[in-house]
């Protein structure tokens, strides 16, 4: 996430920065007011009728390098057949940019809408969840011979910062001393090509969509990936399994079938996933965890004057996540 200050709808930088792109303008006043901020501010705006979704970050939050690197990526998997959403051209046919707005500098990428759902708005069938984890048995199984991304940063520079943000906003002894355990257990094991390489980071429920029309799973949000053990991927779409179907009548937690193990039965029906890699998942969660607490430490750090109430609500939510994140790291 986006430290608070950069959480507020800025419409005319978005205006401003979609005039590089070709759009229909009069539905743009209509689209932009479904923009949400998280860790970029995302504004959709439809360009022949398609809905397209504009992505800013400020350039002191991401380098451009990373979502030239991103970019990348997600064409030569598109190349390959794998589903992950398009980014969009400029007008100059570039694909992202670096620019100086009257509110600073900003990173700017566009990708077209996926077709179907996200998994939270989908009936959690059995089919689905199997169907979830042999979409990321393929994706593993592309990114491991991908010729992109090799300057994506890796686990250890996740940890670097993390340890970083420990010091820097005087986080518990116990939560330091935690870290300096993960990292040590992290460093004794094996980095074969069979278990180590380019993973997604994010793959949960929100950001893969199914289009029950075609039986289709898309893939998309590939700004985090990094070289990790393939594992960071599987513990974080098993443990966001309880948010499939979540808005619909027929959420996971009902499944009378075991979602774990059809998620990796799916994953094992593409790719190999071995005990020894399923016996790691404990310390995959507490390296997402550890991140996830000192990204808030981050986010939490500088108060906003007169924030509204929403802001005041989340501070107060993320802020008992982030406690929460704590009892794990020292349990």
Known sequence: MLKLKYLFENFELAKNCIQNYDHDPDSL???????????????????GGRLCFLRLCPAAEKPIEDVESEIAVIAWLRAQGFAAMEPV?????????????PWGDFVVSCFGQVPGQSLENCPATPALIEGYGRCLGQLHSLLERCPHGKNRQD???????????????????????????????????????????????????????????SGQFSVIDFDDMIHCWYGLDVVRA??????????????CVQLDCDPAALFLQGYR???????????????????????????????????????????????????????WLESQLTT
């Open 29 to 47: 006043n209509e689209t932009l007011g479904w923009f949400r901020i998280s860790s970029n501010a995302v504004y959709p705006f439809r360009r």
């Open 89 to 101: 051209p400029m007008k100059d046919g570039r694909l992202s940019g670096l620019f100086s707005t």
């Open 155 to 213: 686990y250890r520079g996740l940890l670097a910062q993390a340890e970083k943000r420990l010091e820097q906003y005087g986080a518990p002894a116990s939560v330091r001393e935690a870290a300096q355990q993960l990292i040590a257990r992290l460093e004794q094991l094996p980095t074969s090509p069979a278990s180590y390489g380019l993973v997604h980071y994010d793959f949960e429920p929100d950001n893969v969509f199914y289009d029950s029309q």
């Open 238 to 251: 098993l443990d966001g399994l309880s948010d499939v179907g979540g808005d619909t009548d027929m959420p």
């Open 269 to 323: 029906s593409v790719r190999p996933f071995s005990q020894a890699e399923e016996a790691m998942l404990p310390l995959m969660r507490r390296l997402v965890q550890l991140v996830e607490y000192t990204n808030l430490l981050d986010v939490l750090d500088a108060d906003v004057p007169n924030p509204p109430e929403w802001m005041v609500h989340l501070r107060s939510v993320l802020e008992g996540k982030q406690r």
